[in-house]
């Protein structure tokens, strides 16, 4: 039954605590300006000169810098939203944005929580339950076991009857942790052992399933949207096979691997796995999709993916907005037939980590900064001159997004947007996104989520025209900036007493 065989009460917010930090708090907030809803921000001892406190109509300190003394604090959220006079929060994306719990107690204190319901968290967020609930609605789900494993025995007997390679994963799992690739039988043991413990210090549940491991396999998403009446629409599809360790660092819409007939196929599958848990909100239906086109269930995400601004671009729908009017009780607006893609659309992570040392976080003060502009180029942020990144949380400092007319057309425009992306002070991932725009592989579109482990060599090497380009700029605007300040200093007794005279600085602004 759905709800919308159910009252449900209307509500107008006024004012909105945002759960979250960094780009996505912004982000968040920028539609709540659009609505003349006011906003809180909440913000961390290493968070006090972030760009989301500034940005908000209002921010209250919430703890020490560490995520568990701050951000993942349940009781404290609560406090400040009514303290703040708050009548909603919205969690953003990693943090608490998945955590039934959290969502329970926003049900309890009467503060309307942007996303579904803690039972549909609860459930989905459970990859076993997850597995099994869309099993019972029809959707191909990767053959694995319908239980976790205790003991490296089941884990063995289990493996034996799937068939190598498996997949580890954990139960209560994301974002690539607790998880291992088995493709040998003695390795077995060693990976049930690693995935458990990982699981257990990241989600503190050790329970893990196995699944069999899909040969070149592609990440596809569905955005969906669902409304506490029974109406559910996807917003198509985003290709996510650009991973490093099972993290996303580039996406795009349409995927260059989808056809009309499979899009619709997938569309309907993704609609039918919302409503068989009622799902209220935006959310996304993962897949993995073989050589041969068949797809299978990978996870539900009960939030607004990092990922959600490409959807936006070529849908031209505002899924924070569409999260912000479910929760107040409205009914989708949009229909199925309605919706349609325009153009191509990429996004690149631009994360503070070094390449060339195993992507290591750079954390660290941000001399100069100078983002992309132009048609089609949009920038999720939160770091300016002279913000210091701190070290307590994800990488991750802003999102770059583009869009054009054709894929040809978007991965030129990225090709020019990463190129006039310039910071100094950290090290970022620019270069390292720029050789991916480059790669022969990615520009045909024939790519699945090996490819990082393939082109690893290539993107990690210094032998690239773009760089090439840049060391001659540099040089020559050090050896410009040599002869301005020589001349200076030659000719400095000349000046007018009052002046001031000063040695033009050597700033790298490449």
């Known amino acids: 039954m759905f709800f ?26 920028r539609t709540c300006r659009e609505m003349d809803i006011s906003s809180v921000a909440v913000f961390s001892e290493a968070d006090r000169t972030s760009q989301h406190v500034r940005y908000a109509d209002e921010a209250w300190y919430i703890g020490k810098a560490a995520s568990a003394e701050s951000y993942l604090k349940i009781e404290k959220m609560i406090e400040v939203a009514k303290v703040s006079g708050a009548d909603a929060i919205h969690p953003g994306y990693g943090f608490l944005s998945e955590n039934a719990g959290f969502a329970k107690r926003c049900q309890e204190e009467g503060i309307i929580f942007i996303g579904p319901s803690p039972e549909v968290i ?88 196995i699944e069999k491991y899909i040969t070149s396999p592609h990440h ?56 068989a848990v009622n799902y209220t909100g935006a959310g996304t239906i993962e897949f993995l999709v073989d050589n041969d086109l068949n797809y299978y269930f990978l996870e539900m995400n009960t939030r607004l993916q990092v990922e959600h601004p490409i959807t936006e671009r070529v849908t031209g729908i ?7 009017k479910i929760a107040e009780g409205q009914p989708l607006e949009l229909q199925q037939k309605n919706l349609y893609q325009r153009g191509h659309s990429i996004e690149c992570r631009i994360y503070a980590e070094d390449p060339d040392n195993n992507f290591m976080p750079s954390a660290g003060k941000i001399y100069k900064i100078s983002e992309p502009l132009g048609l089609g180029v949009r920038t999720d942020g939160y770091v300016y001159e002279g913000y210091e990144i701190p070290i307590y949380y994800d990488p ?81 605007y050090i050896d410009y900036m040599a002869k301005i300040n020589k001349v200076q200093e030659n000719h400095k007794e000349f000046a007018p007493a009052n002046s001031r005279w000063k040695k033009i600085p050597y700033i790298n602004h490449f």
């Open 318 to 324: 505002d899924l924070v907005k569409q999260q912000i």
């Open 396 to 476: 991750l400092i802003s999102k770059l997004i583009v869009w054009g007319g054709t894929r040809d057309e978007a991965i030129r425009r990225m090709r020019r947007a990463l190129y006039e992306y310039k910071i100094t002070g950290v090290k970022t991932s620019i270069k390292y996104l720029e050789r991916i725009m480059n790669n022969p592989e990615f520009i045909e579109g024939n790519y699945d989520t090996h490819f990082i482990e393939k082109n690893q060599e290539q993107l990690l090497s210094k032998d690239n025209c773009n760089n090439c380009d840049d060391i001659v700029l540099i040089a020559a």
């Open 122 to 209: 609860d459930r989905m967020g459970d990859k076993i339950k997850a597995r099994e609930t869309m099993k019972k609605a029809g959707i191909p789900v990767v053959p694995g076991t319908e239980t976790s494993v205790k003991t490296e025995q089941e884990a063995m007997q289990a493996i034996m009857e799937i068939g190598l390679p498996v997949m580890i994963k954990a139960s209560a799992g994301g974002g690539g942790k607790g998880m291992r690739l088995v493709h040998c039988e003695k390795d077995v043991v060693s990976a049930v052992r690693a995935a458990r413990s990982e699981a257990q210090s990241a989600f503190g549940d050790d329970s893990v399933y």
């Open 220 to 275: 596809i998403e569905f955005q969906i949207l669902g409304d506490n009446y029974g109406n559910a629409v996807h917003l198509f599809e985003r290709e996510c096979s650009v991973q490093r360790r099972h993290q996303k660092m580039i996406e795009e819409t349409p995927s260059p691997l989808m056809t009309p007939q499979l899009r619709e196929e997938m569309g309907r599958a993704s609609v039918e796995a919302a409503k």
């Open 4 to 29: 919308k065989n159910r009252n449900f009460t209307m509500n107008h917010i006024k004012k909105i605590l945002v759960a979250n930090r960094g780009e996505i708090a912004i982000r968040i907030m």
